[in-house]
């Protein structure tokens, strides 16, 4: 059949419209395949940031909770700070009235040791003027005492016979009442150490035993602490004469021995071996047991109550027989077993003990 030229117009037409649909559609197609890989891409670069961002927060966080952290333990270190400040306020303002308290104390202290001193020399006088008149009765002294042994009322010491020896612990404790009061003293001055209530009290005790030796004839003084040593040093192992100028020597020299380090009894003892004659009497001032010993070896840093009762029965070995022994315990308090022991000990060779009141003498 014979197609005609309206047909075959036609039928190009239609494939022309075709085809071009076609390339449109082709063309669409490409172009959205490229956008969906370009999105993709930002997607993906976008994504990266907002990890990035998170890890920054998280870090950020961790960080702020790390800063919270140190912030309340320093608010709860300042508070504690500020606690302890207006604790150690409160402390320096005690201290400073317990200073107060000692500088008046201790004023007074010296005060009343010099007039002591003017009493001593007065009482020298009195028993000079005493000993030179023939109506004086032997058995009378300062103080009245009777019976065989002549022991005082007051004290219940002897200070009977011809020869005196006076042993005064000079240790570094004899300068406190208490173990704290005495650890407190290791660093002070020498003034402060001379200046301290419990030493006083052992100067006007000497003092006052000085001022009562009536009978006595002969006499000497020793301090003792680590070593033994007289205080007139150039008379060491010599009986002293019983005179006004020589107890107003022995007293001024007292005044300025400084106490300190440890005790060693048993040097102080051996020293009264080295007399001839030997002392009719003796009498220990001290406060406790002895820390050192030359036959009992004792460690350097840390003594045990068993280590000073033994250092004590060694010192006990070295008092010559026959000499009766006196004992005036200044109680330091940690010390419970010096009481007895020394108690002990004066029974034993014919002594008195005494533990004074904190007003005596």
């Not at 063309?27 to 490229?34: D, I, K, W």
């Not at 969906?36 to 890890?55: A, C, P």
């Not at 002549?150 to 219940?156: S, V």
């Not at 003594?303 to 004992?327: H, K, Q, T, W």
């Amino acid at each position: 059949m014979r197609r005609s030229i309206d047909d075959n117009f036609g039928l190009s037409f239609l494939d022309a419209i075709t085809c071009g649909f076609g390339a449109v559609i082709l063309l669409f197609v490409l172009t959205a395949s490229n956008d969906r890989s370009l999105r993709n891409e930002e997607t993906e670069d976008l994504r990266g940031e907002v990890d990035t961002f998170d890890e920054e927060l998280l870090d950020g966080r961790e960080r702020l909770a790390v800063l919270r952290n140190t912030l309340l333990e320093t608010e709860d270190k300042i508070v504690t700070a500020q606690g302890l400040a207006d604790e150690v306020i409160r402390e320096t303002q005690n201290l400073e009235e317990e200073i107060s308290l000692l500088d008046n104390e201790t004023i007074a202290k010296l005060e009343h040791l010099n007039q002591l001193k003017a009493d001593v020399e007065a009482k020298k006088e009195a028993l000079l003027a005493q000993r030179g008149s023939p109506s004086m009765d032997p058995g009378q002294d300062l103080l009245r005492r009777q019976g065989n042994n002549r022991q005082q009322y007051l004290t219940g010491l002897r200070t009977d016979g011809r020869r005196l020896v006076l042993l005064v612990d000079r240790s570094l404790s004899m300068t406190g009442e208490t173990l704290p009061e005495v650890l407190a003293m290791k660093d002070a001055s020498p003034l402060e150490r001379q200046s301290s209530g419990k030493w006083l009290r052992v100067l006007e005790a000497a003092e006052w035993l000085l001022a009562t030796m009536v009978e006595t004839e002969f006499f000497q003084l020793f301090t003792f602490s680590e070593t033994t040593e007289p205080v007139l040093t150039d008379r060491g192992n010599d009986w002293l004469e019983t005179s006004p100028e020589t107890i107003e020597a022995v007293v001024d020299r007292l005044r300025e021995v400084v106490p300190e380090g440890g005790t060693n009894l048993e040097r102080a003892f051996r020293q009264i071996q080295r007399f001839s004659p030997k002392p009719d009497n003796v009498i220990v001032i001290t406060d406790g047991l002895p820390t050192r010993g030359d036959s009992a070896a004792l460690p350097s840093d840390q003594v045990s109550g068993n280590d000073r009762l033994r250092a004590f029965a060694m010192a006990e070995r070295a008092i010559p027989s026959g000499v009766p022994v006196n004992v005036i315990l200044f109680y330091l308090e940690g010390d419970p077993e010096a009481s007895s022991s020394y108690w002990d000990l004066a029974l034993r060779h014919n002594g008195s003990f005494f533990c004074p009141a904190e007003s005596w003498p």
